[in-house]
T-cell receptor
Framework: DVKVTQSSRYLVKRTGEKVFLECVQDMDHENMFWYRQDPGLGLRLIYFSYDVKMKEKGDIPEGYSVSREKKERFSLILESASTNQTSMYLC???FGYGYTFGSGTRLTVV | GENVEQHPSTLSVQEGDSAVIKCTYSDSASNYFPWYKQELGKGPQLIIDIRSNVGEKKDQRIAVTLNKTAKHFSLHITETQPEDSAVYFCAASYEGSGTYKYIFGTGTRLKVLA
């Protein structure tokens, strides 16, 4: 089975901190995605990557950046965390048929 | 912009009854429609999908129907069981763009009452 692993299940950070959320997949997928999940808003795309070192903005990229130095790893970076970035963050990967999601990282910014 | 509307936001059914969740998409180029189930504390998991060249697809107690003209698609769960309780998301995408971006609905929380 394809596995998408998010390094932290829960994270608490302070306002202004730089935060790294890590995601690793083990199936050589080219496409990887970062979504945030908020009640009533569903899943909103932050950034995605279709190849190493390639990235594209999604619908809500403001305040975030990403890094993909290796095919299996896609990192989401909050440059200066703010309280409105408190959310569930989901990473996903695909080779083109359905997404495989990680279990999510619940980030709280205080 | 492109969007997917999903209804209802919450749904309670008695065990053994059927549940129906409906989605409407705006981009007429969309041709792939997956459904995801998210259980508590887990990431969403693909449960069924349909492409625009078919009108219906079934997998045991789950079925999805697609009306391309109306840009509607629906998830049907028959003989519901307590383990069907979860949040369900629909999505739409255009296969052929090369990006595999999905537009997700806002989710439906299904509660199956024993």
């Amino acid at each position: 089975d394809v596995k998408v692993t998010q390094s932290s299940r829960y994270l608490v950070k302070r306002t202004g901190e730089k935060v790294f959320l890590e995601c690793v997949q083990d199936m050589d997928h080219e496409n990887m995605f970062w979504y945030r999940q908020d009640p009533g808003l569903g899943l909103r795309l932050i950034y995605f990557s279709y190849d190493v070192k390639m990235k594209e903005k999604g619908d809500i990229p403001e305040g975030y950046s990403v890094s993909r130095e290796k095919k299996e790893r896609f990192s989401l970076i909050l440059e200066s965390a703010s309280t409105n970035q408190t959310s569930m963050y989901l990473c996903a990967s695909t080779f083109g048929y359905g997404y495989t999601f990680g279990s999510g990282t619940r980030l709280t910014v205080v | 912009g492109e969007n997917v509307e999903q209804h209802p936001s919450t749904l309670s059914v008695q065990e053994g009854d059927s549940a129906v969740i409906k989605c409407t998409y705006s981009d007429s180029a969309s041709n792939y429609f997956p459904w995801y189930k998210q259980e508590l504390g887990k990431g969403p998991q693909l449960i069924i999908d349909i492409r625009s060249n078919v009108g219906e697809k079934k997998d045991q107690r789950i079925a999805v129907t697609l009306n391309k003209t109306a840009k509607h698609f629906s998830l049907h769960i028959t003989e519901t069981q307590p383990e069907d309780s979860a949040v369900y998301f629909c999505a739409a995408s255009y296969e052929g763009s090369g990006t595999y971006k999905y537009i997700f609905g806002t989710g439906t929380r299904l509660k199956v009452l024993a």
